[in-house]
């Protein structure tokens, strides 16, 4: 397999973007990561997108956004894994290439959420979740993940005021993009106030609706460096699944698919824990964002919520996570998130984040996560 | 590159299965081909599958089915681009086998159409085709291919009767194939005085909504070889795009994105349309075969109709197309129905399609393609 890297990523603000359409979303973004790569033309482009057909009525997106794109006829994608398709763009992207098929592969995520109302939102994504067993029930994800927060106070516990913690930390960081949906800060006791959604998760505890697109290029590692471009090179991948309902897992605070797709990067890189430099993990709800760096062994198991209270996940802490300001505060259109995680990291490895850079970041990693922990794909990333 | 052969198909009688759920269907398929594989684990999975979000109210499939055939935690992908999701799930799943990332593949596509009305079938349908621009204008897909037909008989002189006989050669094929949904024979006074659906299109000419799933197992042809497999090789691949909307073509009787799809197959194969023995097309409509058959440099262009009529595409001809019956007869679960032709395929170059064997068939061709023709992917096997 040929080694693979980074040349081109492109990113818009982020929010309720009511007068533009995905594919105007979409295009707006993919032509940042061109002019970023400095080309014109690509051999191959993946799109992942959890559900245009239900969000905007419109499946056949890679044909849609290729034309739109400008890039007929090329081969074009789109894949999907709920909240996971834009880490797993990136990954089919990374084979393309690395199998000798192609050379210079767009991977790119796009949701545009905010044409259906807040019902409908709900609907949508609550199909990541098993419609027979969990949705038909009633449930819907901030009540998956309350379940899971529950769950982890109760065995570990983990404080109302650690899962705030995660979302003051996020929004702390997101204050410094600003490409980020919310930039501004929150208190603990905000989150602690602020509306109930699903018992003991406040509205300050989840990732909002939003619209947005994340693109960037990749092409062979030796391509990249006859362009002399930044060499940041995609060194591991790792992709997994769980059972698609909670109810079925062994424990319910354990996410066994980043586990596994976190053991592969690992193994693939050649990297340990305490070697990634900055991480930018699938916060949709706060509870996520402990138990993920509890199944990437950035701490111990049941450690989550407590180093985030002693800091250690911070900007200026041990292991600074979601330097983006995460799903939080970022934004979550839920197909461009894994896409936007690789974006982040990249600009940090190139030395361009601007106020929110991570001193001297070599090596850092994505963790993109469908449903309640159903899939998960994870990357890691080092700049030569 | 490596080398990747087909190991094992698996396909179960579609048609409208109200009993079954869609991870019933598709685990009863997948289970097939793991059977004639001879084989219980896999290292990926991949499932082409158009619209499970509007036809079943379910997103991450590829969590969902992987758990339920027992396959946790293997990296599992849905992939779409309308129609031609499954034809895309055989690509990716061969670029990773290509690539060494794995060497067990299954690809596969499922849909269950009939969980909803006519109607929202025909909308979920709809969104295949540029929703901004045809959807909400009222055109549904028997009225862009009935526009493409009204232009092919215009510039080309193709007759209603030459039409007409695409749908019964079908069914005088799947009259042979016992998974087929509709397994009878049609003549071209029924067709011709079938309901209008739209002009010049009858119920007919129409491939119908339907139940199904297909799947099919690949490795690298040495691992094959050593089984002692019958080799069976993938040995080419081409994917391509065109718009989405017709009216942005050239000429909207030419399918662009096959005729560049095959074009990439051919070279990659390094085969010509005289080589190849048999073809399964996608005759979504009976115009679409006769204009997949000009892209594919089987027949002149302008030349689809006449060479129906003559015979040259039926089983008897010079080169047969859709043996299996095709989507008219055999039934086309949109998702499942690329993957359903590589099946077909198989078969034959196994010798074991049974009464509609083809004789000597050693080179065979897949035509899978997505909306009026926004994307196609084509595939060239060989029997070593």
Known sequence: ???????GIGMTK?????KKSLRDIYVETALLALEDAGIDRIDSMYIGSMSSGLFVGQEHIASLLADYLGQLPVPATRVETACASGGLALRLGLMEVASGMSNIVLASGVEKMTDVGGDEATYALGTAADQEYEGYQGITFPGLYALIARAHMQKYGTTREQLAKVA???HHNGLKNPLAQYQFEITVEAVLNSVKVADPLNILDCSPITDGAAAAIICPADMARKMGK???KVIGTGHATDTIQISQRKDMTWLEATYQAAKQAYAMADKKPEDIDLIEVHDCFTIAEICVTEALGIVDKGKGGEAVEAGLTAMEGKIPVNTSGGLKSKGHPVGATGIAQVVEVTKQLRGEAGERQVKDARVGMTQNMGGSGGSSVVHILERE
């Not at 397999?1 to 040349?7: H, K, Q």
Request: net charge neutral; proline share 6%; aromatic share 12%.
């Open 1 to 7: 397999m040929r080694d693979v890297a980074v040349i």
């Open 14 to 18: 982020w929010g309720e973007l009511w």
């Open 168 to 170: 003051v930390k996020n």
């Open 230 to 232: 930044p060499l940041i």
